[in-house]
């Protein structure tokens, strides 16, 4: 399996954590795999893009312009930032509900410049579990269920399990299963 993953979004919102939580989810699945984050100004609120390269043909952590077959983006404005990263026929999986006041209009620009867009509401998703701070997993459930990663959702829901800490791990199961359940 190839698979070029590219997770984007502001400082403090869990790209990191999902990032390695589909890198781990490979790894325990015998695949090869890079990664980086280009953190920048990730406490204040900037931008965090993490890279997973998963496969034999990742060579390096980071991927190409043009070469990402899905871009998970936390925010829409992350999802335009880094739109040269994704493919002519690869997959935005996008929040459409975050802090830019022109949230709509980059969601309009998205759906132009992509054939392939899957829009989330992260407080529609997250409201069973009470908070948006686990969007980071359930945007993996939402990725895992139309097959964007390469990885089985059980998988991914295992890895889940060894990796988030004890307090916040119902939260965050509920949150992955919520994302596999989801319809746009």
């Known amino acids: 399996m190839d698979k070029e ?5 502001i400082g403090g919102q869990g790209t990191v954590l999902a990032s390695k939580l589909i890198s781990q989810c490979a790894l325990d699945c015998g695949e090869v795999v890079h990664s980086a984050e280009t953190i920048g100004m990730a406490q204040r609120g900037g931008s965090v893009t993490s890279h997973v ?38 997959t935005i999986v996008v929040n459409c509900n975050d802090s830019n006041p022109k949230a709509g209009e980059m969601i309009e620009y998205l759906k132009t410049k992509c054939s392939n867009l899957i829009v989330v509401n992260d407080q529609q998703l997250c409201a069973p579990v009470g908070t948006t701070k686990v969007f980071n997993v359930a945007i993996l459930g939402v990725a895992c269920k139309n097959n964007l990663l390469g990885l ?22 509920k949150a992955f299963d919520l994302g596999k359940n989801y319809s746009a």
Do not use: H, W
Request: with cysteine; proline share 6%; hydrophobic share 40%.
């Open 5 to 9: 993953i590219l997770v984007c979004g």
């Open 53 to 90: 390269r998963i496969g034999k043909n990742a060579f390096s952590p980071l991927i190409p312009k043009g070469k990402a077959d899905v871009i998970l983006a936390f925010e829409s404005a992350e999802a335009v930032r880094n739109l040269e990263y994704l493919k002519k026929d690869g």
């Open 152 to 173: 089985d959702a059980q998988n991914m829901l295992n890895t889940i399990q060894g990796k988030v800490p004890p307090k916040f791990k119902e939260m965050n199961l």
